[in-house]
């Protein structure tokens, strides 16, 4: 067991994926309040899944290069998640990226 999958969290985070990456497909982007100071930031939804993925600045760039600045062109539009080590403020970690098919 790993402990890092015990406790689910409503956002996909890095140790869910492991070494895989995933195809999923977007069924919704919306702004939510996320982490412990409630920022507002763009959350993506998927089709048969749980968990949402708050995009960030280096993702969200990737996907308005190849859908364009309106997120809700991006319904229906399938994303790769995988994982890959990324520079943070913190350090170096395991991060999310996207990448489109």
């Keep these: ?30 702004t939510e309040e996320v982490g412990k100071d409630r920022e507002i930031k763009p959350v993506m939804r998927f089709e048969d899944e749980e968990q949402g993925f708050v995009v960030n600045r280096s993702n969200g760039r990737v996907m308005a290069t190849a859908w364009g600045d309106e997120t809700d062109s991006w319904k229906g539009k399938t994303v790769i998640l995988y994982t890959t080590l990324v520079s943070t403020p913190n350090g170096t970690g395991q991060g999310i990226r996207v990448r489109i098919p």
């Design 1 to 30: 067991m790993k402990i890092s999958q015990t406790f689910k969290s409503q956002y996909f985070r890095a140790s869910d994926f492991g070494d895989e990456e995933r195809a999923l497909v977007i069924a919704d982007v919306r």
